[in-house]
């Protein structure tokens, strides 16, 4: 009898002492992870845009969106091993941040009208313009140079059409499936220069397999306020993103994220543009 009470004794004594050891743990693990608490958070980013948001064949990723998304979520307290990325392509973005499957999306999202219908925006943070990638012994200086020239785009994006409704009606639009298809094409002379927002075409320029053989016109043929979506109506998150963009701005992250990768194209960039201050 007095065996049985000593050994309920000693296995109360030991749950307890495991109790209190599992605790202990526990409240150790939380305030090291941040305001996140150790748990994840989902970021929409383009996966095949290098310089903006590219997936690496290691499984990285890198580009000025992804770095802009890692400091904002850290901002948020989400250390960068508590991202997990999901590929947002456009046509998805809208419906990724209704359905909840994003967090947020820095992904080369231009903020218009349109799309402010559907989704909150924070920024912008960057202002690109729409214009072209030429042959780098190529001179286009202006748009009506395009006339009779074979001008690149990929299907279903409307910047080629742009150029040939408003700056050259003579321009012969090719369509392809993706940017590096129009890539091979303007190095083998099949097209004359591919048009998308300038800091795309900057990230083509400078990877390694195309340094030195192309340059942007630098024409700036339209004003892209690139912005962070949320879901609509999730005002605090917009407040929080935007006070992240500003210090990153402030304390250099901004600048040095640019030089990171944009730099090797000689890409000149606007400065980073001001909280709301949308340019038309």
Not at 101 to 129: M, T, W
């Amino acid at each position: 009898m007095n065996l049985r009470k000593a050994s309920a004794v000693a296995a109360s004594v030991l749950a307890l002492s495991l109790t209190a050891t599992a605790c202990g743990s526990g409240d150790s693990d939380s305030s090291s992870e941040g305001d996140g608490g150790g748990k994840k958070i989902t970021v929409g980013i383009k996966f095949d845009q290098p310089g903006i948001g590219l997936k690496t064949p290691d499984g990285s990723f890198t580009g000025f969106d992804v770095d802009v998304a890692t400091y904002v979520a850290k901002e948020l307290g989400y250390e960068a091993k508590d991202i997990e990325w999901k590929e947002t392509p456009s046509a998805d973005r809208e419906t990724a941040l209704e359905r909840g499957d994003v967090k947020f999306i820095a992904a080369s999202y231009s903020i218009n009208d349109e799309r402010k219908q559907k989704v909150d925006f924070a920024g912008p943070y960057l202002l690109a313009h729409q214009d072209l990638l030429i042959r780098a012994d190529d001179n286009i200086t202006k748009g009506a140079d395009l006339n009779g020239k074979k001008l690149c785009s990929v299907t279903g994006s409307t910047s080629a059409q742009n150029v040939k409704n408003d700056f050259a009606p003579k321009a012969q639009l090719k369509q392809n499936a993706t940017y590096s298809e129009c890539i091979d094409g303007l190095a083998s002379g099949a097209v004359d220069a591919l048009t998308t927002d300038d800091s795309i075409l900057a990230g083509y320029a400078s990877q390694d397999q195309n340094k030195g053989k192309f340059k942007l016109a630098g024409l700036s043929l339209s004003n892209e306020n690139y912005g962070i979506g949320v879901k609509k109506g999730d005002t605090k998150l917009v407040d929080d993103i935007n006070a992240a963009l500003e210090k990153m701005v402030s304390d250099g992250a901004w600048e040095k994220a640019v030089a990171d990768n944009f730099g090797p194209a000689d890409y000149k960039n606007e400065p980073a543009p001001k909280i709301g201050n949308i340019v038309s």
